[in-house]
């Protein structure tokens, strides 16, 4: 492959001290490998600031909810190119595996990090209990972690060797039926995500806390997965008219349901009372500034056919999620808490989060530099 040189010359150790901002990722990473054997020599307390009030803290908000959620877009665009044969979206199926890929196991890491007892984090799969939901997220994410990892590898320019040579048959082979499977693991995780959340309708502020939570969590993955694709694309060569004005006015429809959802259960659940208040300007914001504004914008540059307005949109729309989920996961948790008591992320948190972001980008460089431009027959 003509472009493999470059690539491999880009991630060798001369050009990684010869450009800042290569110097500066190494740098984050070794940061957060640092972090790590802290954490892992001296218990999880001595990195982060959680406790027993709040023991989900900003590596489950940011680097689980998050992440996994701007992760839909793998899933999305194999339906839309193998099951909907909508091959103009080829172009861009490789790197939304990879982002997908990266995603789930990224979400291993931080998991691995946050558990107490991180050698125990396989257990519910040998001894399964149905009746909890971390058992399904725990079983959506080794299956959706195997599927994504087989596709990328139908995707990924390999060694000439004859196991790898087979391996890659196998997975352009079956490549449809793991896509079928990969989507509805990954729906029943985005969904199973919120479900965490319904047992704690006393610590999650009104606004945020719905029966419907398992349903916010699903749908508004799906336009945050489209528009972390638009974003990818607008930074690669991936990126193609008629591509982002696609997505664009998908995510947009897809926007339209979800704050009408919101806005109907804010109602019916009797909660307007809350939006004169400091939560509720964030409600707002989130809602109004950070939903319906990205929607419309989506839906009038679709019309336009303005790509910059698109990737505008695609930036709030990703912006909204991430607040969203820090809402959910920190800032309307423990809501009724005095502020002395509320939980604030260390900064050991913050740099093993900021570290994971810098690896997570590094390897997305790294794979999509070996990725097959066009998806393979299946």
């Keep these: 492959m003509s472009g493999t040189s470059p690539a491999r010359e880009s991630f060798s150790w001369e050009r990684i001290v010869r450009s800042p901002l290569n ?17 892992f020599s001296g218990g999880i307390g001595a990195v982060t600031a959680l406790d027993n009030k709040t023991p989900w803290g900003l590596w489950v908000s940011f680097d689980l909810l ?5 992760a839909a877009g793998g899933y999305m665009v194999c339906c839309a190119v193998c099951l909907l044969g909508l091959k103009k979206y080829r172009a861009v199926l490789a790197p939304a595996i990879a982002t997908a890929f990266l995603g789930y196991f990224f979400e291993v890491i931080a998991l691995l990090a946050d558990v107490g007892q991180p050698w125990r984090l396989p257990y519910p799969l040998f001894s399964p209990g149905p009746q909890s939901v971390l058992f399904i997220v725990g079983l959506c ?8 990892f087989i596709q990328l590898g139908a995707h990924l320019t390999l060694p000439a060797w004859p196991f790898l040579k087979k391996a890659r048959e196998l997975a352009v082979r079956f490549f449809v039926p793991l896509t079928v499977l990969g989507a509805t693991v990954a729906v029943i995780h985005q969904a199973s995500l919120g479900g965490l ?8 502020h009104p606004l945020w806390y719905s029966r419907f939570l398992p349903l ?3 749908v508004s993955s799906m336009y945050a997965g489209l528009s972390m694709v638009i974003l990818e694309g607008s930074l690669t060569r991936h990126a193609r008219k ?9 995510a947009g429809l897809v926007m339209v349901s979800y704050f009408l959802i919101r806005v109907f259960d804010c109602a019916l659940e009797g909660n307007c009372a809350w939006l004169g208040t400091g939560y509720g300007a964030l409600w707002l914001v989130e809602i109004l500034g950070l939903t319906l504004l990205p929607c419309l914008i989506y839906l009038l ?3 336009w056919q303005n790509i910059g307005l698109i990737r505008l949109a695609s930036g709030l ?16 948790f423990n809501w009724q808490l005095p502020t002395a008591e509320r939980y604030f992320p260390s900064l050991g948190e913050i740099g093993l989060s900021v570290s994971l972001v810098v690896m997570l980008v590094s390897l997305y460089r790294f794979l999509s530099s070996r990725m097959v431009a066009p998806h393979p027959e299946s």
């Excluded at 998050?66 to 701007?70: S, V």
């Design 23 to 39: 110097l500066v990722s190494a740098l984050l990473i070794l940061m957060g490998l640092i972090i790590l054997i802290v954490r």
């Design 66 to 70: 998050c992440g996994i959620a701007l």
């Design 141 to 148: 994410v080794a299956l959706y972690l195997l599927v994504s």
């Design 197 to 204: 959340y319904l047992i704690a309708p006393g610590k999650l």
């Design 216 to 218: 916010f969590f699903l």
């Design 242 to 250: 008629e591509i982002t004005l696609g997505f664009g006015k998908a």
């Design 301 to 303: 540059a679709a019309r």
């Design 317 to 332: 729309a990703v912006a909204g999620l991430v607040l969203n989920r820090f809402c959910v996961g920190i800032v309307a």
